[in-house]
């Protein structure tokens, strides 16, 4: 077998059906050459079988250590150059692979492409049908959602891979994004690919997510407004003076997304005490709040 081009890590949690109409899509329709990673997070015995029996590599897991967790584990087994991190409810369509390689191979300084997606929480790289165009979303205030990110397997490695920090639902790729842009990387969305995504079919299992949501999104949007230099690893390649600059404006993304989260946390607990709901940031939900950061890093 040839060396991998690319390595794909699936973390996977109960809901096989889902996890093998994925791994087809990827075994039908990825034209460079690969392996598949998949980290079991502490499924029923029957679902981890037969997921261990879809792929390349397996990890199982005996209780569910989170998404970032088992991002990692399946990151520190890659071979690949590339590795792509990808959601278990998804499925991909032809060329997906080679389309995203080459505009992750076109880019100055790359951190991130993803393909753009049916549906995800937020809005930014939701797509109904796919296009020739790319574009390279403004750094802190365009967030795409985690369904499926491509990055060079040395430079999330250099940035010590997801951020472990989190509760088990929600925020490790919000936290990835602000590193990324912090050292001065590209997000860009390739809509040449578009990806049918089920959306948070795992996460929806979830007891109590509701919950974990709010905490995730609040200890994520505190850590980004302090954005401390000693807390946020900064790649060799980044000049001292650009890491500065990017790290204020991440504090000021991070003070408005906290304000704004605080502000929509209490007017949920006001209006329905028994129900208040963590509805994902985006820019339908919040345009005001986007402009606002918007503005004020043009400011800056």
Known sequence: MPEPLLSIVIPTWNQFEFTRACVESLRHNTD?????????????????????????EFVGNDENLGFAKAMNQGLWLANGS???????????????????????????????????????????????????RTMTFPPFTAIPSGVVYLMERNTIVELGGWNEGYGIASAEDLDLLFTVWSNGLSVVLDER???????????????????????????????????????????????DDRFAANLEKARIAGTWMKQWFEAKDQAAALAAPAAATAAPLNETTAPTFIHRIRARLRRD
């Open 193 to 239: 690919v578009l990806v049918s995504h089920a959306s948070a079919v795992t996460a929806a299992t979830l007891r109590g997510r509701h919950s974990l949501y709010q905490a995730n999104r609040l200890a994520f949007a505190k850590r980004w407004a302090a954005a401390d230099p000693l807390s946020i690893t900064q790649l060799s390649s980044c000049p």
């Open 82 to 132: 590339l590795v792509a991190f990808v959601n278990n409810d998804t499925e991909f369509p032809a060329k997906w692979a080679s389309r995203l390689a080459a505009t992750i191979e076109a880019e100055t300084r790359p951190g991130i492409v993803l393909p753009a997606v049916t549906a995800a929480g937020n809005q930014s790289s939701v797509r109904t049908t796919p296009t020739d």
């Open 32 to 56: 460079v050459p690969y392996e598949l990673i998949i980290v079991d997070n502490g499924s029923e015995p029957a679902a981890a079988t037969a997921a261990a029996g879809l792929a390349d």
